[in-house]
């Protein structure tokens, strides 16, 4: 098992181009989260799927925001037009869906710079 | 809705010290609550959780944490601080396993002196 991954680890990008980032879970999660984070603040939620259902957006996400997980397995999140307020790490994380063993397992994220 | 308040932005203490870290929750139900540790420019470290049960919680790295229904608060702690303890401290709380979001505080870092 080597946890979650996302790739890439940074990108820089012009204003107004398209960006997508891929994240691959642990294989037995059946949970997948999308978080981001700015500079001295918490993570905040973005949207999660459960297999290749996505449950929950945020409202807070703008329709230039769309996430995928097709085959229930890994997922990529793209920005599309991208400004300078969408800078920020960019978090994965999975987890099982109930039991004991329930809790996020992050990967180190995607750092997005907009110039 | 849920929400969480880290009241303490940064905190010092000297290699050796016990440590507290607070943390206070707001929601309607039986929360499910987490402590996350995030060194610089890496993703979150689960912690420790607790769902029910014990209110007294063990955790990796020798941590610790309390829920206390009354107070709202799930306070993190350690006996004996290590420099390598040093990072940024995530309380979150949940709404339940089978509800998948959680909500996070803004996070307390931690500097360790020699």
């Known amino acids: 098992d080597t946890g979650v991954s996302q790739d890439p680890r940074h990108k820089i990008t012009k204003r107004g181009q398209n960006v997508t980032f891929r994240c691959d879970p642990i294989?037995?999660?059946?949970?997948l989260y999308w978080y981001r984070q700015t500079l001295g603040q918490g993570p905040e939620f973005l949207t999660y799927f459960q297999n290749e259902a996505q449950l929950e957006k945020s409202r807070l996400l703008s329709d230039r925001f769309s996430a995928e997980r097709p085959k229930g397995s890994f997922s990529t999140l793209e920005i599309q037009r991208t400004e300078q307020g969408d800078s920020a790490m960019y978090l994965c994380?999975?987890?099982?869906?109930?039991?004991?063993?329930?809790?996020?397992?992050f990967g180190s994220g995607t750092r997005l710079t907009v110039v | 809705a849920q929400s969480v308040t880290q009241p303490d932005i940064h905190i010092t203490v000297s290699e050796g010290a016990s440590l507290e870290l607070r943390c206070n929750y707001s929601?309607?139900?039986?929360?499910?609550l987490f402590w996350y540790v995030q060194s610089p420019g890496q993703g979150l470290q689960l912690l420790l959780k607790y769902f029910s049960g014990d209110t007294l919680v063990q955790g990796i790295k020798g941590f610790e944490a309390e829920f206390k229904r009354s107070q709202s608060s799930f306070n993190l702690r350690k006996p004996s601080v290590h420099w390598s303890d040093a990072a940024e401290y995530f309380c979150a709380v949940g709404r339940g396993t089978n509800a998948g979001k959680s909500t996070f505080g803004d996070g307390t870092t931690l500097t360790v002196k020699p």
């Open positions: 294989s037995e999660h059946n949970r």
């Open positions: 994380a999975s987890s099982l869906a109930a039991g004991e063993d329930y809790g996020y397992t």
């Open positions: 929601y309607g139900a039986t929360p499910y």
